[in-house]
């Protein structure tokens, strides 16, 4: 492979990928706030009027989460603007992680890797915003950055400990946002000692550093639970609730390792992979990490347990990484047959690496443009339709006499964007009406019949959504309520059925799609 082509090709695939990337930024800028965005937003506006976290709002969601979500709207608005711009700065800032990870292999890895994920991450649509586990990944490329940075010191130059400390911190705000990366931090601690040792380097300082910046984040998480007086909610919640959680509409095993690669990343996994085992001394102790990376984000998808295309996002992003590193240095270095596997021809490996930069610009980075462009954000019928109901039903009268009976999607974005509290702190109704038996869905089911009696909503909304996958289900379904026939006989004793809307395109369309959801309206008897 000469020098030329390969000058050729990344000068064509780097102005490619930044197109589409100014593109997809152009074309997207107006994407409205909604799906777990919107939870988070409506989370954090229950604080702002009294409500506790944990304690009188049901959400499994970590500290950090919430933290973050406050900061940005206290600091900048809650609106959908705020967010895009939000989820926008987290790109950027993967992006500029990247390039301090490849700064010494190249920048045009970098550039392949930070626009992938970024438009990998559009493909998945409006819907994905600001996902913790992008705030996640996130935190991981600067911990990694900071780590590469701190190590990589020539013989007369001394490492930096201090970096390893801010490594430390940002794997462990990574692991507050979600806990299956909690042990990411050590292990790499492990292989940047034993890499220190071999050059004769000092390392302790650095395991203790790493370890101090660690509990900083952890420490503080805690004073803040302290302060709000909720630290036995929290861990009620962490050891009850999430478990219970999980259960919840999980995939099979089976099903997870299928789709632990999406169908758009797995070309360039497939022409990288081949890199990998016929290269000699392939492994590094960077790369070495790097794969750490990749198998903790793996491990992630699996903990969750859901397969949501953003649970992905750690194993994509250091995926990318690998293999735009080891594309370019195939393609600058054109390995010798001394570097190869015995019987390997030293054409292959460029050719491979070549076919990967091609198929990643192009069908990768220019499809999950399109992808994105093709987003049908425009349509909002729940929201205006729920909206002009809630109006008619009383407005902004309605603050804490409506609750919704929903999962992510659907009534509780409407109700942040009128700004109206409900009656109790459930923002999810899977806790309750879940056909998954436990003792967490019958304290959750007590814990709302004693706050919907003691307080009675004068309206509830119930959407289509359940907790059960979406195959296996109708889109416009109501059968959940029958699952707790206590509360089942309540509303059809306290409350007839006012209203039930399904967005007329879903009609019009004839999509099994459960996207835009369907809903009931069921108002008090005594309000006619």
Same mark, same amino acid.
């Given at each position: 492979?000469?020098?030329?082509?390969?000058?050729?090709?990344?000068?064509?695939?780097?102005?490619?990928?930044?197109?589409?990337?100014?593109?997809?930024?152009?074309?997207?800028?107006?994407?409205?706030?909604?799906?777990?965005?919107?939870?988070?937003?409506?989370?954090?506006?229950?604080?702002?009027?009294?409500?506790?976290?944990?304690?009188?709002?049901?959400?499994?969601?970590?500290?950090?989460?919430?933290?973050?979500?406050?900061?940005?709207m206290?600091?900048?608005?809650?609106?959908?603007?705020?967010?895009?711009?939000?989820?926008?700065?987290?790109?950027?800032?993967?992006?500029?992680?990247?390039?301090?990870?490849?700064?010494?292999?190249?920048?045009?890895?970098?550039?392949?890797?930070?626009?992938?994920?970024?438009?990998?991450h559009?493909?998945?649509?409006?819907?994905?915003?600001?996902?913790?586990?992008?705030?996640?990944?996130?935190?991981?490329?600067?911990?990694?950055?900071?780590?590469?940075?701190g190590?990589?010191?020539?013989?007369?130059?001394?490492?930096?400990?201090?970096?390893?400390?801010?490594?430390?911190?940002?794997?462990?705000?990574?692991?507050?946002?979600?806990?299956?990366?909690?042990?990411?931090?050590?292990?790499?601690?492990?292989?940047a000692?034993?890499?220190?040792?071999?050059?004769?380097?000092?390392?302790?300082?650095?395991?203790?550093?790493?370890?101090?910046?660690?509990?900083?984040?952890?420490?503080?998480?805690?004073a803040?639970?302290?302060?709000?007086?909720?630290?036995?909610?929290?861990?009620?919640?962490?050891?009850?609730?999430?478990?219970?959680?999980?259960?919840?509409?999980?995939?099979?095993?089976?099903?997870?390792?299928?789709?632990s690669?999406?169908?758009?990343?797995?070309?360039?996994?497939?022409?990288?992979?081949?890199?990998?085992?016929?290269?000699?001394?392939?492994?590094?102790?960077?790369?070495?990490?790097?794969?750490?990376?990749?198998? %903790?984000?793996?491990?992630?998808?699996y @903990?969750?347990?859901?397969?949501? *295309?953003?649970?992905?996002?750690p194993? #994509? $992003? =250091?995926?990318?990484?690998?293999?735009?590193?080891?594309?370019?240095?195939?393609l600058?270095?054109?390995?010798?047959?001394?570097?190869?596997?015995?019987?390997?021809?030293?054409?292959?490996?460029?050719?491979l690496?070549?076919?990967?930069?091609?198929?990643?610009?192009?069908?990768?980075?220019?499809?999950?443009?399109?992808?994105?462009?093709?987003?049908?954000?425009?349509?909002?019928?729940?929201?205006?339709?729920?909206?002009?109901?809630?109006?008619?039903?009383?407005?902004?009268?309605?603050?804490?006499?409506?609750?919704?009976?929903?999962?992510?999607?659907?009534?509780?974005?409407?109700?942040?964007?009128?700004?109206?509290?409900?009656?109790?702190? %459930?923002?999810?109704?899977?806790?309750? @009406?879940?056909?998954?038996?436990? *003792?967490?869905?019958?304290?959750?089911? #007590? $814990? =709302?019949?004693?706050?919907?009696?003691?307080?009675?909503?004068?309206i509830?909304?119930?959407?289509?959504?359940?907790?059960?996958?979406?195959?296996?289900?109708?889109?416009?379904?109501?059968?959940?309520?029958?699952?707790?026939?206590?509360?089942?006989?309540?509303?059809?004793?306290?409350?007839?059925?006012?209203?039930?809307?399904?967005?007329?395109?879903?009609?019009?369309?004839?999509?099994?799609?459960?996207?835009?959801?369907?809903?009931?309206?069921?108002?008090?008897?005594?309000?006619?």
């Amino acid at each position: 492979m000469s020098d030329r082509s390969y000058s050729l090709t990344r000068t064509l695939a780097s102005v490619f990928l930044v197109g589409c990337l100014l593109l997809f930024v152009i074309r997207t800028w107006h994407w409205p706030l909604m799906g777990d965005a919107a939870l988070m937003h409506y989370i954090f506006f229950l604080m702002d009027h009294g409500m506790a976290p944990y304690r009188d709002i049901v959400d499994p969601n970590m500290p950090t989460t919430l933290l973050i979500e406050g900061a940005v709207m206290h600091l900048f608005g809650g609106d959908s603007l705020t967010w895009r711009l939000f989820d926008l700065f987290l790109l950027a800032v993967s992006a500029m992680a990247m390039f301090v990870i490849c700064k010494p292999y190249s920048r045009f890895a970098a550039l392949f890797a930070a626009s992938l994920f970024a438009l990998i991450h559009g493909r998945d649509g409006l819907i994905e915003l600001g996902q913790r586990d992008l705030t996640m990944t996130v935190s991981l490329l600067i911990a990694y950055a900071f780590l590469f940075t701190g190590l990589r010191a020539s013989p007369s130059q001394t490492t930096k400990p201090w970096m390893t400390a801010l490594f430390g911190i940002f794997c462990s705000i990574a692991a507050t946002i979600k806990p299956s990366v909690l042990f990411l931090a050590p292990t790499v601690l492990v292989f940047a000692a034993i890499t220190l040792r071999r050059r004769n380097r000092p390392f302790v300082a650095h395991i203790v550093s790493g370890l101090l910046g660690m509990l900083i984040p952890i420490l503080l998480i805690f004073a803040w639970l302290h302060h709000q007086h909720i630290v036995s909610n929290f861990l009620q919640t962490l050891s009850q609730l999430l478990p219970y959680f999980l259960l919840l509409g999980a995939r099979s095993y089976p099903h997870l390792i299928v789709h632990s690669i999406s169908s758009t990343m797995l070309p360039v996994v497939l022409l990288w992979l081949p890199i990998v085992f016929l290269k000699k001394d392939w492994i590094t102790w960077e790369r070495a990490s790097l794969l750490v990376a990749v198998l %903790f984000g793996l491990a992630s998808f699996y @903990l969750q347990k859901k397969g949501f *295309p953003y649970h992905r996002y750690p194993s #994509e $992003a =250091f995926l990318l990484l690998l293999a735009g590193i080891d594309f370019t240095t195939i393609l600058q270095t054109n390995p010798a047959p001394s570097q190869l596997r015995p019987n390997v021809s030293n054409r292959l490996l460029p050719s491979l690496a070549m076919a990967g930069v091609i198929i990643g610009a192009v069908f990768i980075g220019g499809g999950s443009t399109a992808h994105a462009l093709w987003q049908d954000w425009h349509n909002q019928e729940f929201d205006t339709m729920l909206r002009a109901d809630l109006n008619h039903l009383g407005g902004q009268s309605l603050a804490n006499r409506v609750q919704c009976l929903d999962m992510a999607d659907g009534c509780i974005p409407t109700l942040y964007n009128m700004r109206l509290v409900q009656t109790t702190g %459930f923002i999810y109704d899977c806790y309750m @009406l879940s056909a998954q038996p436990g *003792p967490e869905r019958d304290h959750a089911r #007590e $814990a =709302f019949w004693q706050s919907i009696t003691k307080n009675p909503p004068s309206i509830f909304v119930v959407s289509s959504n359940d907790c059960d996958p979406p195959t296996a289900r109708p889109a416009y379904d109501y059968k959940k309520i029958a699952r707790w026939p206590q509360f089942n006989d309540y509303l059809n004793a306290n409350y007839h059925l006012d209203v039930e809307r399904i967005p007329p395109h879903m009609v019009n369309s004839g999509s099994s799609s459960s996207k835009p959801l369907g809903y009931r309206i069921y108002v008090q008897n005594n309000l006619n």
